[in-house]
Nanobody
Framework: QLQLVESGGGLVQPGGSLRLSCAAS????????MGWFRQPPGKEREFVAA????????FYADSVKGRFTISRDNAKNTVYLQMNSLKSEDTAVYYC???????????????WGQGTQVTVSS
């Protein structure tokens, strides 16, 4: 099992940057596909990005491609989401999650963090 804790959220102006971190405790972190999801106010949770255990396979939602970068440090049991050129529509609670399957599907992720709020506003 994994326990996941996100950090790094906050208030940022449009065009700004933030880096989210997700620290994992538990066994075999490098064997999990790690994903980031977000839930905007009043909307359903949606896929943002995911990366395989080795870091070789990475994929993104079209809405963040070219602006967000997912990365991981298996030695530190941590996954990151670098968010650049932030827009107001990126405002959401951001969650990290883990699965054994390479997928964008929310329900396939077995372990979830508690979420961190990102607000993009001037």
């Amino acid at each position: 099992q994994l326990q996941l804790v996100e950090s790094g959220g906050g208030l940022v102006q449009p065009g700004g940057s933030l880096r989210l971190s997700c620290a994992a405790s538990g066994r075999a972190f490098s064997s999990y596909i790690m994903g980031w999801f977000r839930q905007p106010p009043g909307k359903e949770r949606e896929f943002v990005a995911a990366q395989s255990g080795s870091g070789v396979t990475t994929f993104y939602a079209d809405s963040v491609k070219g602006r967000f970068t997912i990365s991981r440090d298996n030695a530190k049991n941590t996954v990151y989401l670098q968010m650049n050129s932030l827009k107001s529509e990126d405002t959401a609670v951001y969650y990290c999650a883990a699965t054994r399957i390479v997928t964008r599907t929310t329900t396939a992720y077995n372990y979830w963090g508690q979420g961190t709020q990102v607000t993009v506003s001037s």
